[in-house]
């Protein structure tokens, strides 16, 4: 690919998905196909809340919260 770090770029992005070998292919296939950001919170908040309700209650069942 050559170095990058004194220029410019000269090559152009190819569009038509032919890599130059596999290891292109397989790089873009997995930058096109990453998760969403933000996902892991809404099922990360579900799970915290159901923990601290869970917490809460055994709390109350021994006497620590009246």
Same mark, same amino acid.
């Given at each position: ?11 152009? +992005? =190819?569009?038509?998905?032919?890599? =130059? ?6 790089? =873009? !296939? ?8 933000? =996902?892991?919170?809404?099922? !990360?908040?579900?799970?915290? #809340? ?7 209650? +055994? #709390?109350? !069942? ?5």
């Amino acid at each position: 690919m050559g170095d990058t770090f004194g220029g410019e770029h000269r090559r152009p +992005a =190819r569009t038509d998905g032919i890599g =130059r070998s596999q290891r292109e292919l397989q790089d =873009r !296939a997995s930058y096109d196909h990453q998760p969403n950001p933000g =996902r892991g919170c809404v099922i !990360a908040l579900p799970i915290s #809340a159901a923990m601290w309700w869970g917490l809460y209650e +055994a #709390a109350q !069942a021994c006497g620590v919260i009246a």
